[in-house]
């Protein structure tokens, strides 16, 4: 209700400094990281406790400023990044669009970020409370993006709860090749290691591997993506990133080049993630992410077969209430469909 009242002054101003005065309120809020409480949402995924499956997706805190303010707004989990080794300004500005009349947003950040160290002392000081992804991606100008990714995991693996390796921003020129079948393999060997290398000799903090991939897919890759993260044993695939795709649209900046998210990413996101269902038959636990604003959704999502779900440009139209809207919601579609949790609504469609 309050942010319908001051959206249309957060929407006057030029989307990504809105991005970043809503950062530094969430910074200045700095509450405490709530305590873990088992409600009727909580699920259990990738051996990982979440008190509920609505997290935020990759992209608002790329530097982990903010990971536990998410959580204090209602997020089950909050994934931050994509952080890069060496820090890096990204694109040039303007490289964030509102298309509010499709409810969308266009970016193309290109991995603008703080860099590795920087994040690492974000997150130093924090306690170990509340489900913590950390999102890895490669330097731009990288010479050997695979050890990017591997010196990414070894640096973070102590810090994160999960780690997601990102190969599907479209705005990183070459990057999404790693989705390929040779390249891919090669790469979550370097990181599975990588992971290996950093635990030393306490083997009880493993953070689970999940890949991150684009819903530009042909059903040729989803196979082989699929047939490779059970291979490796990853934690889960999230599906999607932003497309490069251009639905029909209406609003003044459609035109504008970089990945498409929001309300036209829903049809396409969710098309994939019941084609990775249908690949991988349930062998592997899937994040559902693009197009997510309601209840509906996170529920039609799940019953194709996602475990949690994750959202970002719904939030920029629906405030920060959206973690607590959805969630009340999803609760009230598990009792109306006599589930009696997530897990037994998974795949369910
Ligand atoms: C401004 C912006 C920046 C993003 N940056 C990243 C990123 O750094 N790493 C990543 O994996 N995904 C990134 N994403 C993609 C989101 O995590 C998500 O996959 C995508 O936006 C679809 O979800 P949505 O429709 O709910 O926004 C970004 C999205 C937006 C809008």
Redesign the pocket.
Known sequence: MLYRLIRPAIFALDAERA?RLTVAALKFWSPPAPDFVAGPLATRVAGLHFPNPVGM????D?DAEVPDALLALGFGFA?V??ITPQPQPGNPRPR?FRLAEDE??I?R?G?N?GGCAAAMQNLAARPRKGILGI?V?ANKDSADRVADYAHMTRAMAPLADYL?V?I??PNTPGLRALQDEAALVGLLDAVLEARGESAGADRSHLPPIFL?VAPDLEPADVDAISRIAIDKALGAL?V???TIARPPLNSAHAGEAG?L???P??GP?LERLRDFRKATGGAIPLVG?????TAEDAFARIRAGASLV???????YAGPGIARDITAGLELLMRQYGFGSIAEAVGTE
């Open positions: 991005h997706a990759a992209g608002f790329k994934e990044g994509s964030l969308a947003v970016n950040m991995f970020n999102n991606g997601v990102n599907s921003s991150k999230v999607s990133n932003t990945g998210s929001g309300a990413l829903k996101a992410v693009g197009g997510i604003a994750q959202l970002y440009s719904a939030m920029i």
